[in-house]
């Protein structure tokens, strides 16, 4: 079996999770920055003791492997990742989705595969956690508000899906589309996007080893304010093209319309790759906010082409003009 699922509280003492292994590395990185031991990866077999306490949220919790594609700067703390959301769909305050997604029902859920595909599929949410092994992607991820954190998902690569549903040649895009249940979700009274939340990527975006369809952070199961119970995570474009809380999922010919560009196109464009040279109207883009790193002697961070993953995507990009395809 490579996904282990436990509902109760009580880890084995068999069971390291990836979040028990953080606890473990920040230890190590604290002692460090003291001068008292050398950096050195910690490995699964010596990561924690059995006693070590389980994650403070009770959540069921994903045991995944660890990826050579996460980055090893220290992590955003759970609260924050936890605390500091945005998901409209439960208000626009950044303190809502912790308070509201409560309402989310997360069983039964299945997502719809669509389009242009060779075998069109209705996945229910506990095969998609079966599909592949999962991974811990610890990956940097910017808002285009100016913020950005450090966050160790759990998924695989979105491409395992589709080998799984053969996209056909006319795949050219996929489509992404959130829940859009007025029922549980109370943000959706108020119009200020164009609902269900819809975005997209190019195809050969999509199928980057980088994007990861994501079914979890920090060891467990993903919180309902994070996008549960299942979301897609773009590392090196803007927060708003990492769609939460997916139920269908289609592969088009033509780019598909999308909430944030429909709602305004000329600060929303399709590409929302992250890119310092490119100002919003509203907020500079070269300069960011780590998110838990407060106070007044912080220090703004430049921002990194394509949020520090240009060895990794900027072929992708190739001959485009990266002003105009903002
Ligand atoms: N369905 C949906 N997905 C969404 C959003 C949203 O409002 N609704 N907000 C986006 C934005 S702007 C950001 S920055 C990220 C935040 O993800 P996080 O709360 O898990 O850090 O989710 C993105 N995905
Ligand atoms: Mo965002």
New binding site residues.
């Given amino acids: 079996m490579l996904v282990r699922i436990r509902r109760d509280g009580d880890p084995q003492p068999s069971e390291i999770t990836p979040r028990l292994l953080h606890e473990n590395r920040r230890a190590v990185l604290k002692a460090a920055a003291a001068g008292l031991a050398a950096w050195s990866a910690p490995t699964i077999v010596d990561a924690a003791p059995a006693t070590v306490e389980s994650p403070v949220s009770g959540a069921a919790r994903l045991q995944a492997r660890p990826s050579a594609l996460s980055t090893t700067e220290p992590l955003t703390p759970y609260k924050h ?1 936890v605390g500091y ?5 439960f208000g626009t305050g950044k303190d809502d ?1 912790a308070a509201r997604a409560g309402s989310l029902r997360l069983r039964p859920w299945t997502v719809a595969i669509e389009g242009e595909v060779a075998r069109p599929r209705v996945f229910d949410i506990d095969e998609l956690l079966r599909l592949a092994p999962l991974e811990e992607r610890v990956y940097r ?1 910017r ?2 508000e100016g913020w950005s ?1 450090v ?1 160790p998902w759990i998924g695989y690569p979105f491409a395992e899906l589709m080998k799984r549903v053969e996209p056909t040649g006319s795949a050219k895009y996929v489509e992404f589309v ?1 829940l859009a249940d007025a029922g549980q979700m109370p943000g959706l009274r108020a119009p200020v996007l164009a609902w269900p ?1 819809v975005e997209g990527l190019r195809i050969d975006e999509a199928a980057h080893a980088l994007t990861l369809l994501t079914l979890g952070l920090y060891g467990e199961v993903l919180p309902k ?3 549960a119970p299942v ?1 897609i995570v773009v590392p090196w474009k ?3 093209k ?4 997916l139920v269908r999922i289609r592969f088009v010919e033509k780019q598909p319309q999308t909430s944030w560009n429909l709602a305004a196109a000329h600060e929303y464009g399709f590409y929302s790759n992250v890119n310092p040279q490119v100002s919003h109207p509203r907020w500079s883009q070269a300069t960011e906010r780590r998110i838990g790193e407060d106070g007044f002697l912080q220090r703004k961070r430049p921002t990194l082409m394509f949020n520090g993953y240009a060895d990794q995507v900027a072929s992708l990009y190739a001959g485009m003009d990266l002003r105009k395809a903002f």
Avoid: D
């Fill in positions: 990742v959301n945005n998901f409209y769909e989705p991820m808002c285009v954190m966050i959130t939340y304010q994070n996008g979301r803007y927060g708003f990492s769609g939460k809380s």
